[in-house]
């Protein structure tokens, strides 16, 4: 008789760590760049974050309904509020008003942020989260959005699971290369985030820099 297999849950503080170093980017945003205190988004952050965190404190084995939503209005907030930036930036950027020396700080902050952001996006809605994905594994109950080449690879014994990780780095590839690399989206909905990540980091990316050019003349 073949050894009944165990699902391995993804852990938690992955997740956790990389948002707190969000927070801190936020935290440390010029003045100039902010339309409110830099201590909201972390407060507000961190206050949707902990409920999150007490009902999963380890691995992420468990998932109710106001979890879910909790869940998904994190990355998506975290993401809107990081879009609302790029705009300000980007205005400064073309009026001139923004300060030479910080504009290239004050970027990277925002382009890392997105980052983080889009990651967290994906990641919370491929196959229903992160905890769906272990319970349905290979079923076709839940859309999925993002295929990885160890999914038509296995690798080792057992199935393959994406993890956060796995969406960061695809998060970070698409604003590097503005086009997947080794994941492929399938929804549409996949393909519309991840043009409209692309449209932002060629954007900023484009926009630096010509303002750092200037800056240089």
Known sequence: MAPEQTTHYEHRWPVVIVIVFAFALYWFLPDSITFFPNWVVPAVGAAALLPLILLNPKRLDTETTWSR??????????????????????????????????????AAQIWVTNVVAFALVFWQLDRGGPVQRRIEGDSDRAQQDFRFPQQDNPVGVGPWHAEFFDYAYFSLSNMMAFSPTDVMPLSRRAKALMAYQSLTGFVLLALVVSRSVNILT
């Open 69 to 106: 939503r909790i869940g998904i209005g994190f990355a998506v907030g975290l993401a809107s509020v990081n879009q609302v930036y790029i705009v300000l930036l980007v205005l400064q950027l073309v009026d001139g008003s923004a300060d030479g020396p910080s504009v290239l700080l004050t």
